[in-house]
């Protein structure tokens, strides 16, 4: 069932959803809630209201949500469910900029809602908007009485990422929200902490007894992340253009998957201890001098190529990218994580749009044996063990090791023993979202970000971003779409005589 306590119920509450008309919303939002309705997560007093800049009825509106479930939810019983939906629905449009008309009728609608529905004037207010718009709309908000927890009543904010450009804007951000806002009423989502592997990580490593001991500097040699894309920028090259790879994936997305690998075991599984842990992990790890970025990071922008048998443009030619972008859609790092545990384990991580294939996963490179007693294996045939954790697609665990070459002479070959979600769980339908939206409305905030994260996040990556804004790449485009990335990221292990594991 999604992966949500089951004991747990929702408290009657109403969503209100700020750029309800876009895509986020249609592509996540709306099939998250549905699935959540389907599992029976969503409370029978609960509403919707949709706030966007178009001028739209309620009615209107329900008319695209039906359509946008039908294109992007895996229905089970269309009309019942979708009607469901439709009949707590509503909708208010306007200019966010205006500071009086827009949030008085949403004070309204709200007010109606609640009072016709019975709902009590529980709210979560979900950011879909543009960063740069965050402060100003939850100010706007809270100074039309809509932010405050009162009468045992709770008010609470979602926010998309990303949650600022660089450390400054990041710190000014967390600062100018709380302002008007407690640290317990901002959600600070990251989508990758509601995937089922991702959370599975914390289980496999403190749930089971026998990897634990070996999971440190004494056995691991190294750590490698990758989170690899064949899909191009997809229409959202105006914002592709002013992020890039790096900001975009890395401190948030992929740092969730280095701190949730690296971290100590948490007093317990609650919202503060495991952040405690979490944040530690960004603490060690060690910020770049320029020097090192020359050395340890790795940008790369696509040229034109083929994946899956079509040829695919540059990403210069992309719709709404500049024709000389120097923006890089493609980065890696060699990470130190400099506590008592990792001390000389690099964590290698990488991510890139346009690679060869669709592919998330961490994989623990476990050291040599100490002493080869079989001789008669060649050593390229010498078996090293891994564990492979693949968080998309085919979800599941590989532990990679030597087994005997059956026949008269001891030789020795690599084989791999499986686990694969789907062959043992029933397959759910889930867009990563379900278990944050049910975390926010049970007031659980475990699996979101809080402000020491996303700064200690930023305070590693903003180095980095400032070399590489300072020095313009000089062979962009360095890989060709479909495959693996640049040349550079290839002898960044390397040269430690390393390797990356690609999909098959
Ligand atoms: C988003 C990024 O946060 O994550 C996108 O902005 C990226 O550029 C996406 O494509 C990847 O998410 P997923 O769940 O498809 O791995």
């Known amino acids: 069932m999604n992966g949500m306590p089951e004991s747990k119920q929702a408290d009657p509450c109403v969503m209100v959803i700020f750029g309800a008309t876009g895509d986020l919303t249609k592509r996540k939002l709306f099939p998250a809630l549905y699935n959540l309705a389907i599992d029976g997560h969503i409370p029978e007093t609960f509403a919707i209201v949709g706030v966007g800049r178009q001028e739209l009825s309620s009615e209107e509106f329900r008319g695209q949500m039906a359509e946008n479930l039908k294109q992007f939810a895996e229905l089970e019983n269309s009309s019942n469910d979708i009607s469901w939906f439709c009949e707590r629905t509503f ?117 089971n007894s026998i990897f634990e001991p070996i999971w440190n500097r004494n056995y691991v040699d190294h750590v490698q992340i990758t989170v690899a894309e064949e899909l191009g920028v997809e229409g959202r090259g105006g914002y592709y253009d002013s992020a890039g790879a790096l900001r975009d994936m890395v401190p948030n997305h992929l740092f969730q998957l280095v701190t949730l690998t690296a971290m100590e075991p948490p007093v317990s599984f609650q919202a503060h201890p495991v952040r405690d842990e979490q944040v530690k992990i960004l603490h060690a790890m060690k910020c770049f001098t320029p020097e090192e970025v020359e050395r340890s990071a790795v940008r790369g922008q696509y040229g034109a190529g083929r994946i899956d048998g079509r040829s695919v443009p540059a990403y210069r030619g992309e719709e709404s990218v500049s024709p000389d972008s120097n923006t890089e859609t493609f980065a890696a790092l060699a990470l130190s994580i400099d506590n008592w545990r990792w001390a000389d384990v690099p964590f290698y991580i990488r991510t890139g749009k346009r690679l060869g294939a669709k592919h998330s996963s961490i994989v623990i490179q476990f050291k040599k044996a100490p002493f080869v007693l079989f001789r008669n294996t060649p050593i390229d045939r010498l078996t090293t063990n891994r564990l492979e954790l693949h968080i998309q697609p085919d979800e599941g665990i590989t532990l990679h090791f030597g087994a005997k070459i059956p026949g008269p002479i001891v030789k020795m070959g690599p084989v791999d023993m499986d686990f694969n979600y789907v062959d043992h769980f029933e397959e759910q339908m889930t867009t990563g979202y379900e278990r944050l939206l049910f975390d926010c409305m049970l007031g659980d905030a475990t699996l979101f970000q809080r402000a020491d994260m996303v700064e200690a996040s930023w305070a590693v990556v903003s180095p980095i971003l400032d070399v590489w804004a300072d020095q313009p790449p000089e062979d962009f485009p360095n890989y060709s779409a479909g495959s693996w990335g640049p040349a550079k990221a290839d002898d960044l292990l390397a040269r430690e005589g390393r390797k990356w594991k690609n999909s098959d």
């Open 91 to 207: 909708y208010t449009g306007g200019d966010f900029d205006d500071d009086k008309k827009l949030f008085s009728d949403l004070k309204s609608l709200l007010s109606e809602v609640t009072a016709s529905l019975r709902i009590p004037e529980n709210y979560f207010f979900y950011l879909a908007i543009p960063p740069a718009l965050f402060a100003d709309v939850a100010r706007k908000v809270v100074k039309n009485g809509l932010g405050r927890q009162e009468n045992g009543n709770w008010r609470r904010f979602i926010f998309e990422k990303p949650f600022g450009r660089d450390l400054q804007s990041a710190r000014k951000l967390n600062a100018n929200l709380l302002k008007i806002l407690k640290e317990n009423q901002i959600y600070r989502i990251d989508h990758y902490l509601g995937k089922e592997t991702v959370q599975n990580l914390l289980v496999f490593r403190f749930g």
